[in-house]
């Protein structure tokens, strides 16, 4: 594990574009990938990826949110910034993967969802809270991936998970660092002090219980080795797969209600009525 990596160093290798990205996990861990595309309403957004595959020779959905790593594919990807016509793509998938009894796996990567003056008017805030509400309630295995950003409810919308995996130098909050300064300290450049007040890094988040795994990372970052990144991703996706495989519905949901109910309480006890 690497050692004394300051918060806001995490937040620079999260969003280092030598890291693998969500197509490069989806193309190394997934067989027979159909890739399916728009929102059946306004348009497809590249910034979502969402499909069917087979993983390890039985059928799951597919759901990321994509960066891109060459100037072009940002473009093309909105730089990871999903439109409301992405998010509701998702929920596509997600209702395909819930009728056809498919497990769910999501890999986030997103600064946040795109805030323009268009994604408002086609109700950006809706569609996510529409994700999130389907999610939990959702009676199917649900594994999501942090494996850079997981910047707001733009991550969130895919990340109402039965196991919160997180990448050792992936981040997930409320908004940036950049974005906590300003409104904070009206200064963006005290971004780094703003990571260190945030808890935004994966040992934090695994700390709070809202992650639940941390995956290691070589030093310099996933982009040093990103197969054996990869390659960890995949064997736990499996371990955690096989257990969640075994669970009734009931007992799942049951488990995914107490999950999100316990973040924040210091008792770790919660009515279920």
Same mark, same amino acid.
Do not use: H
């Given at each position: ?52 595959a ?9 759901a ?34 819930v ?20 994604a ?19 009676? $199917?295995?649900?594994?999501? =991936?942090?494996?850079?950003? @997981? +910047?707001? /409810?733009? &991550?969130?919308? #895919?990340?109402v ?48 219980? $809202?992650?639940?795994?941390l =995956?290691?990372?070589?030093? @310099? +970052?996933? /982009?040093? &080795?990103?197969? #054996? ?8 996706i ?9 669970l ?19 008792d ?6």
């Open positions: 594990m690497q050692k004394k990596v300051s918060p806001y160093e995490r937040v620079k290798l999260a969003r280092n574009a030598k890291r693998p990205g969500s197509d490069d996990f989806i193309a190394a861990l997934f067989e027979d990938f159909f890739e399916i595309r728009g929102d059946r309403a306004y348009s497809d957004d590249n910034a979502v990826i969402c499909g069917i087979r993983f390890n020779g039985a059928p799951v959905s597919v990321a949110i994509c960066k891109g790593r060459t100037i072009e594919a940002r473009i093309k990807r909105n730089f990871g910034m999903a439109q409301p016509d992405g998010y509701r793509k998702f929920l596509r998938c997600l209702a395909q993967a009728k056809f009894r498919r497990p769910l796996i999501t890999f986030i990567d997103t600064p946040g969802a795109y805030p323009g003056k268009s408002e008017e086609r109700g950006q805030g809706q569609a996510i809270a529409e994700c999130l509400y389907q999610m939990s309630a959702a009676p $199917i295995p649900i594994i999501s =991936i942090v494996i850079g950003e @997981g +910047g707001s /409810g733009g &991550a969130i919308a #895919l990340g998970a039965d196991r919160l995996i997180m990448l050792e130098n992936a981040v997930l909050s409320v908004l940036s660092p950049e974005g906590f300064a300003s409104i904070l300290w009206k200064d963006s450049a005290r971004a780094a002090e703003a990571s260190d007040v945030m808890k935004l890094t994966a040992a934090d988040l695994l700390e709070y219980k $809202i992650a639940d795994y =995956i290691q990372e070589p030093d @310099g +970052g996933a /982009g040093e &080795a990103p197969e #054996l990144v990869i390659n960890r991703v995949g064997e736990l499996k371990s955690e797969l096989t257990e969640l495989l075994k009734s519905e009931t007992q799942l949901l049951n488990d995914r209600y107490r999950k999100y109910r316990l973040i924040g309480t210091s770790g006890e919660v009515c279920l009525d």
